[in-house]
Structure formats: C-alpha cells, structure tokens
C-alpha cells in the first residue's frame, strides 16, 4: 500500500493558501494538502484532538509549512509544541511568512525551524520560492527517522 505524503499548510490567508497550492501545483508537487486555517487547527491535526480526534497519528506530514500570525494560536506556539512532543519534534517546519523581522527569525531559529523564508511580495517570485522549497524538501532533503 501506498501512503501519499502529506504537506500540511497552516495559513489563515486564503489568498496565500491559493497561490502555494498554485505554486506547489506548478511545481508538479501532488502531495496531499491539509490546510489550517489557524494554529489550533494545526495542533489538532498533528496531535489528533478536536475535529481530528481518531485521526492516525503514524500518518504525520512530510513538511509543515507555517506562518507565524495565526489566530488562536501564534505560529511561534505551534512550533514550540511541535518540538517539545516526541511524536513530532522531528518534522521539518518551514516558516513561510510575511514578517522579516530579526526578532522572529531568532526566535524560530531558537524554537527549532528548519528554515525561515519571507513570502515575496510578487506571484512570479513566491512561486519560484514555493517551488524551490517543495522541490528540496520533498525530494533532496534525507528526511529524519522517526522515533
């Protein structure tokens, strides 16, 4: 049996969801997509609470592409979260975000991102930077075991 990798998005702006589906789509990347649509959702997926509960938790994404303002919970909680569970403290987390503030990108970097990318402000751009991204993550990058 096939288990398709899934990315999981968790972005509040619809337009942003679009345009990294689009970019993604482009790209020739099929993976499945979850979309959050705030940081609460983004936790009840990875960790099978809330709307999610039951979900198979063995079945935890390949990427998780994170912005940081989200409402209920901000990105830089839903990362922490991530790294402080053994069930998820692994998984690549790209935040893809608007802000370039040093403050942030320290923070992430402290709180265990693997990487940090500010959202072009162009199409043309976010989507080459999108394709790049899926492109490394999904098919370059050695993943890490699972414990």
Same mark, same amino acid.
């Given at each position: 049996?096939?288990?398709?990798?899934?990315?999981?998005?968790?972005?509040? #702006? /619809? %337009? &942003? @969801? $679009?345009?990294?589906?689009?970019?993604?789509?482009?790209? *020739?990347?099929? #993976?499945?997509? @979850?979309?959050?649509? =705030?940081?609460? @959702?983004?936790? &009840?997926? $990875?960790?099978?609470?809330?709307?999610?509960?039951?979900?198979?938790? %063995? =079945? $935890?994404?390949?990427?998780?592409? +994170? =912005?940081? #303002? +989200? /409402?209920?919970?901000? *990105?830089? !909680?839903?990362?922490?979260?991530?790294?402080? &569970?053994?069930?998820?403290?692994?998984?690549?987390? @790209?935040?893809?975000?608007?802000?370039? !503030?040093? %403050?942030?990108? *320290?923070? *992430?970097? =402290?709180?265990?991102?693997?990487?940090?990318?500010?959202? /072009?402000?162009?199409?043309?751009?976010?989507?080459?930077?999108? !394709?790049?991204?899926? +492109?490394?993550?999904?098919?370059? #990058?050695?993943? /890490?075991?699972? !414990?």
């Amino acid at each position: 049996m096939i288990v398709e990798k899934t990315i999981l998005l968790i972005e509040d #702006n /619809p %337009s &942003d @969801v $679009l345009l990294t589906k689009r970019a993604l789509s482009k790209a *020739g990347i099929t #993976n499945k997509i @979850v979309i959050a649509d =705030d940081g609460e @959702v983004a936790l &009840d997926y $990875l960790f099978g609470t809330g709307a999610y509960a039951g979900r198979d938790l %063995s =079945d $935890l994404p390949v990427l998780t592409l +994170l =912005d940081l #303002n +989200l /409402p209920k919970v901000s *990105g830089l !909680e839903v990362l922490r979260r991530i790294r402080e &569970d053994a069930r998820t403290r692994r998984l690549p987390v @790209v935040i893809l975000t608007t802000s370039n !503030e040093q %403050s942030d990108v *320290g923070a *992430g970097y =402290d709180l265990g991102v693997n990487s940090y990318i500010t959202k /072009p402000v162009d199409f043309n751009q976010f989507a080459h930077a999108v !394709e790049q991204l899926g +492109l490394y993550w999904l098919l370059l #990058n050695h993943p /890490p075991p699972r !414990e």
